[in-house]
């Protein structure tokens, strides 16, 4: 039974030209899908509908999430609907928040969804015993907790912040768009050893990179290909493998 179901799904930037153009996606609980493709081909925007920003309108189609509570119509569904029901979008460019400490900001986000889901919000104390075993999880330090959120954060450290908070809100399934753009082989590792970490049999995983690199640490199920708002082609992780080889272009000539 799939968790996500995407079907035939076609959207804009409000008043703009199309740029999803018609995207299938069945993902099962438990297994990571890879979204590869150049730039410009509409990955970003494919996460972003999903998740409900504001900025893009759905012309077609569906994307039905199943929860425990049954399946939910997601494109009906608020931003903050989704998230109670389990999606997670981890950001390209995690947004700075000068004058907040990250804990603070953890709780917070951690005690929104905690609340959402129909538990008492957990005072700092208990709180700290459940991020203490995050960070022990992530092997990050606690020092990197009391700093302003993610201001003077190197590119690696703003990309682990956004694998913590995946730790702390247990997405059903998370959407993780670019956590490896401008990432040194250190931190590129350190990244993915905590996505890999986070994996449940109940979870799912979506990753969405320009390049095959990250795939060196994670191994998808599946590895699907888009191009101009649709994906043009499917495959197992050797697909990822072929990209490194041969690059877009032979894919893209292919299938035109
Ligand atoms: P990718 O993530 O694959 O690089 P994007 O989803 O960011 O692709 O972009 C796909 C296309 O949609 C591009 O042509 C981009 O310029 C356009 N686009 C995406 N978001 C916006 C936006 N908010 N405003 C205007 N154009 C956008
Ligand atoms: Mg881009
Ligand atoms: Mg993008």
Known sequence: NAMLKIEQLKARV????????????????????????????????????????PDYEVTGGSVTLQTPDGSIDLLDAEPHERARAGLFLGFQYPMEVPGVSNRTFLRAAFNTIHRARGRMPLDPLEFDRILQDKLELLGISREFIQRPVNVD????????????????????LALLDEIDSGLDVDALKAVAEGVSKLRTPDNAVVLITHYQRLLDYLTPDHVHIMSDGVFIRSGGSDLALEIEERGYDWILNSAA
């Open 14 to 53: 409000k008043d703009g030209p199309p740029i999803l153009k018609g995207i299938d996606l069945e993902i099962l609980p438990g297994e990571m899908h890879a979204v590869m493709g150049p730039n410009g081909s509409g990955k970003s925007t494919l996460s972003r509908v999903i998740a409900g920003h």
């Open 153 to 172: 954060f190197s590119g690696g450290e703003k990309k682990r912040n956004e694998i913590l908070q995946m730790a702390l809100l247990e997405p059903r």
